[in-house]
Every structure is written in structure tokens, then in C-alpha cells.
């Protein structure tokens, strides 16, 4: 019977892919359409804490839903794109959607828009808006999907807290080709009054938000200036009003997640109607599960083609941003093995600027393209592009293949990451939970 259900709501969500021509058409009027019809969802919504940026929004929010949970909040989430089930986009009160009341509120924003015009991640996030305002919680963490100014999720009226994660190039057939004119898309989520909490950010992009904050007289705590961290001792030292913070190492791997939990941390404890206190960020630290983000493979079929030693990850990160981030986590952690990638990437990306990250570090390179996807850049394309910034590169039918071939080949313990795509992730994980 489940079964059944969950194919009613896979038939409603292909549906709606086909209201619009385009995947993305950055407007915000068929969502104030649809919304009206539905009776303005949006302005009857918990406090909502909206997040923008380029790298590390999801893992960002992760850790604020942990610490706020820890602190005995009802808390919903919605956050793009889903791993695996659409409904991992939709967090009620701390659980995910269900089918039924899924289908209810996909079914409800259907016969409101009534055929018009609208893209699928507008009228998605239009049946999160009718959820979060019926679910009672205490609050709503929003992760913007595209750019910010034009953004379906940009039309809550007064959020309670903004945030910018660090902003790098992505997207640019969408925001511009610079730093500046993505931040200035992103800036629109900021609101006049509404205080914004900025993760580290390079020059240029921090004076677009100072500009915008100025000009909306929206509180800035920004990163560096009003509140610093850094890891020492295997611990997480937080200066923030005027008060240090020893807090735990986080238990998402990675450098760079020392960041993402700092803000995270600062987000929590700028949200002035809640009692959050150290011990509620330090078990949100312990408690935090984000995956596709620096994820070890514990089982699964890839696990069964490796020998035991070898260790499996996978990271969803794509842009050029990212593939630093996992490349100074490869030369800080992981010396002690060859490493070998396993790559799918989509046709928004630049694989050129992903793929030099690794130029030093990366044993090899296994291209593949990504199975089911219409916007996947093929497996000798993405060859052709590693092989110009001097990488060892071959090509896979998929990424059990690969691994079979790279296990075949060495003859020494190796570590595996495969990565390039959450869109490419998800497909992993389909097999490997």
C-alpha cells in the first residue's frame, strides 16, 4: 500500500515538472499568484530564519536545526535540492513530510494555480508554505533556493533572522559573471531591521551585503568584525559578544565545517525571542547529521567491491569552491592513502575550475555520467576537461565500475570520493543507506 502512495506523489511531482517549459525562470510574480490563491500562507508562518549563499547553506541550516532542537524547539525545515525522496525537502516539526499530507498540500497548490504557468520549485515551495503554517513549530529554517532577489523563497515579509553563507562563483547564466552581481542577487533576502548573520566572505562580496545592510538598515554580524572562530586542541574557540566559547569539534568532517558551525552557532544565539544556551550548541555540534557531505560509505555495494581497508566517501559539493574545500581536507587528513576519484557532474558547473583542485593530490580520476539525468555532461566530455589541468583520467560506464576498475588497479590501501553532484550523490545513496 505504501508503495502505491509513494507513486501517486512521484505521478503529481513529474506532473508539475511540465507547468513551466523552464527549470529555472528567476520571478517572484507566479509564486505572489499562487500564493494569493492559497491565501498567503507565507505571512502566517513560525519565525523564519532565511539563508542564502554559494557553499554551505545546507550544512549551515543543519547545524542550526540541530542546536535549536537540542534547546526543545519544533522546528521545520526546507532545503533543496532532496538526496534521494523528494520529501527530504520538507521537515515538519522535526520529521519529515509524510506521503499523505505531501500529496494533500501538492494537490491543494495544483488546483490553485489551476494549469497557469509556474516552475516545479515554485509551487513546491508554495506546498511548504500551506505545511509550515498548519504544522504547529516554533520555528522555520528556509534555505533559498537560486540567486536570493528573485528567489521562490523570498517572499516572506519580515523573517526573523537572515544568513550568508560564503558566496563564490555558481550559476552565473543565472546571477552574472561576477562576484558582485551574484552577491547583489543574493543580497535581495536581506530585510530592512532584520538582522543578518555573514559567514567568511572575500572583499568584494562583503561590500555588496555592507551596502545593502546599510541601506536597510538591517543589523550586520559579520564574520571577523563581530564574531571570529577557529579550531584549537581538537575544539572549536567562538568569540562572540564579547564571550569565548569552547565548544566541541563538530561531527561533520572537514575544515571547513568549523565555519559552518560557528555561524550557525551565532544564528542560534542572535535569535533574541529563544533561550539557547552553550549546551544547547555544544550537543547541536555532537548531534548534527548532514548527508552527501563528506559522508564515509558504510555498506552498499560499492563497500562490498573494496577491500576492507580502504575507505569509501561521498561529497555532493560541484563548484570550483567546493572542489578546494575537499581538496585542502585531502592534503590535510588524508595523506596517509592515494585518493581516487569517482566524478558526475551536471551541465551547470565547471568541471575545469572543480577538477584543478585536485591537479596535485588526486591518484586518478574516473569519470562517469550520471545515470537518469538529463542535464548530466557526459562521461568523455568530463574526461576530455580533467585531462587538460594534468590529471590521470579514465572513464567508467558508472561509479560501480569505476570502483571495481580502481580496486583492480591498485595494489595498496586507497581512498575513494566520490563527487561532483548531489544530483550524482543522490544516486549513490539510493543503494548505500
Known sequence: MKAVTRAKSESTLERLLSLHPKLVDLSLGRMERLLAALGHPERALPPVVHVTGTNG???????????????????????????????????????????????????????????????????????????????????????????????????????????????????????????????????????????????????????VIVGHTDAKEAPLIECGVNWRAHEEDGQIILEH?????????????????????AQAAVMARSLSEFDISTAHIEAGFRAVEWPARMQQLRRGPIIDAVPESWDVWLDG?????????????????????????????????????????????????????????????????????????GLKVDVADDALSAVKKIAEDQFKSSRILICGSLYFAGKILKDHQ
Open 241 to 261: 559578544h564579547g564571550e569565548q566559547l569552547i565548544l566541541p569539534k563538530p561531527a561533520l568532517p572537514g575544515a571547513h565545517q568549523i565555519m559552518n558551525a
Open 57 to 207: 547553506k545546507g550544512s549551515t541550516l543543519a547545524f542550526l536545526r540541530a542546536i535549536l532542537e537540542a534547546a526543545g524547539l519544533r522546528v521545520h525545515v526546507y532545503t533543496s535540492p532532496h538526496l534521494v525522496d523528494f520529501h527530504e525537502r520538507i521537515r515538519l516539526a522535526g520529521k519529515l513530510i509524510d506521503e499523505a499530507y505531501l500529496q494533500e498540500m501538492l494537490a491543494e497548490c495544483e488546483i490553485a494555480n489551476d494549469g497557469l504557468p509556474i516552475t516545479f520549485f515554485e509551487i513546491t515551495t508554495a506546498a511548504a508554505f500551506i505545511a509550515f503554517s498548519r504544522v504547529p513549530a516554533d520555528i522555520v529554517l528556509l534555505e533559498n533556493g537560486l540567486g536570493g532577489r528573485l528567489d521562490a523563497t523570498n517572499v516572506v515579509p519580515k523573517p526573523a533572522l537572515t544568513g550568508i553563507t560564503p558566496v563564490s562563483l555558481d550559476h552565473q547564466q543565472f546571477l552574472g559573471d561576477t562576484l558582485a552581481k551574484i552577491m547583489t542577487e543574493k543580497a535581495g533576502i536581506i530585510k530592512p531591521g532584520v538582522p543578518c548573520v555573514v559567514g567568511p566572505q572575500r572583499s568584494e562580496v562583503m561590500d
Open 317 to 389: 559539493g560541484h563548484n570550483p569552491a567546493a572542489g578546494e574545500i575537499i581538496a585542502d581536507h585531502g592534503r590535510a587528513v588524508w595523506q596517509d592513502q592515494p585518493l581516487h576519484l569517482v566524478v558526475g557532474m551536471i551541465n551547470s558547473k565547471e568541471p575545469e575550475g572543480y577538477f584543478r583542485a585536485f591537479s596535485e593530490i588526486a591518484a586518478s580520476v574516473h569519470c562517469v555520467t550520471i545515470p537518469d539525468e538529463a542535464a548530466a555532461i557526459q562521461a568523455t566530455d568530463l574526461r576530455d576537461i580533467a585531462l587538460s589541468v
